[in-house]
């Protein structure tokens, strides 16, 4: 009996991708567990560590500053950890609070193109490294409840998006992110995949 070649190709073919498809949607499906940081860059080295801080301005000129991180999956709300310190400043810069915060829950999560844009990945595998946005209700330590916006954009991200944070803390809006500046170790953010075997 003689098999056409190309009828055994073409089944090899639609039996491997949607086997392909279905390992794409489970590393980064509704079910995915992943990581948010606020994360601090050694730029001689080129490395990735957790352990940043990330700053947005009120209408005023206000600043809150925040540290953090923690986990989410996207396809449970509840299910979320971490949180961190926040400290408040007035428009001159003086101390107007600090204390601690904790995510309660998801809002919102959505990926975004992006790579891994450094040479060291001290959080995790770079290659489960991933930009986006996540939107995440907290609970400051004084009281007061609030949102932290974590947004991450890399070097081949759209320019829609920002790198950063911004919040909210009562009825103030620390609308405006400040953006990362060259050399100066701030206002970077990342998310990436948590491994199943961390799950």
């Given at each position: 009996?003689?098999?056409?070649?190309?009828?055994?190709?073409?089944?090899?073919?639609?039996?491997?991708?949607?086997?392909?498809?279905?390992?794409?949607?489970?590393?980064?499906?509704?079910?995915?567990?992943?990581?948010?940081?606020?994360?601090?860059?050694?730029?001689?080295?080129?490395?990735?560590?957790?352990?940043?801080?990330?700053?947005?301005?009120?209408?005023?000129?206000?600043?809150?500053?925040?540290?953090?991180?923690?986990?989410?999956?996207?396809d449970?709300?509840?299910?979320?950890t971490?949180?961190?310190?926040?400290?408040?400043?007035?428009?001159?810069?003086?101390?107007?609070?600090?204390?601690?915060?904790?995510?309660?829950?998801?809002?919102?999560?959505?990926?975004?193109?992006?790579?891994?844009?450094?040479?060291?990945?001290k959080?995790?595998?770079?290659?489960?490294?991933?930009?986006?946005?996540a939107?995440?209700?907290?609970?400051?330590?004084?009281?007061?409840?609030?949102?932290?916006?974590?947004?991450?954009?890399?070097?081949?991200?759209?320019?829609?998006?920002?790198?950063g944070?911004t919040?909210?803390?009562?009825?103030?809006?620390?609308?405006?992110?400040?953006?990362?500046?060259?050399?100066?170790?701030?206002?970077?953010?990342?998310f990436?995949?948590?491994?199943?075997?961390?799950?």
């Open positions: 009996m003689r098999i056409n070649r190309r009828w055994v190709l073409a089944g090899a073919i639609l039996t491997i991708l949607p086997l392909i498809f279905t390992v794409y949607v489970r590393g980064d499906g509704e079910e995915t567990k992943f990581r948010w940081d606020l994360v601090s860059v050694e730029f001689t080295t080129g490395t990735l560590s957790a352990g940043g801080s990330a700053s947005a301005l009120a209408n005023d000129g206000s600043k809150i500053t925040l540290t953090g991180s923690g986990t989410f999956k996207p449970d709300a509840e299910d979320v971490g949180g961190g310190t926040w400290t408040t400043f007035d428009s001159k810069g003086a101390n107007t609070g600090n204390g601690t915060y904790k995510v309660k829950s998801l809002v919102r999560w959505d990926l975004a193109p992006g790579t891994f844009p450094l040479k060291i990945d959080i995790g595998n770079p290659l489960d490294f991933r930009a986006g946005l939107v995440l209700r907290i609970r400051y330590s004084d009281g007061k409840q609030g949102i932290l916006v974590v947004s991450c954009h890399v070097g081949d991200s759209p320019n829609t998006i920002f790198e944070i919040a909210t803390k009562g009825f103030v809006g620390y609308w405006r992110n400040l953006a990362p500046a060259a050399g100066v170790d701030a206002n970077r953010t990342a990436h995949v948590v491994p199943e075997d961390e799950d």
